[in-house]
């Protein structure tokens, strides 16, 4: 089962914060500067992490991972937002 995910991160290392720049794109869409939604398997979300855990340094660097719950559930208008309008990207496969 797919679920949605809020990764939120603070890395103070520039070097550090491009690579999980970098390894964060591969796996969901950016939103806000440190921020990305992520529509991940649970098999999907271990390899991120493990994958995270490989980048930062444990004692100066922090990244946040909410659940909001599966795509079926979590709704456009969950969000609140204030000034620019949120837009939820819903990913759709496309048959070719």
Known sequence: MR?????????SDDKRLRKTFKKMNGYGDHL??????CELSEKEKIQL?????EIIHHKEDQILIFTLGTPERYKNNDTIALGKPYEF???RAIVV
Not at 49 to 53: C, D, H, P, R, Y
């Open 3 to 11: 679920k949605i995910y809020l990764v939120c991160y603070d890395i």
């Open 32 to 37: 806000q500067y440190s921020i990305f939604q």
């Open 49 to 53: 992490i493990t994958e995270l855990t």
């Open 89 to 91: 990207n819903e990913r």
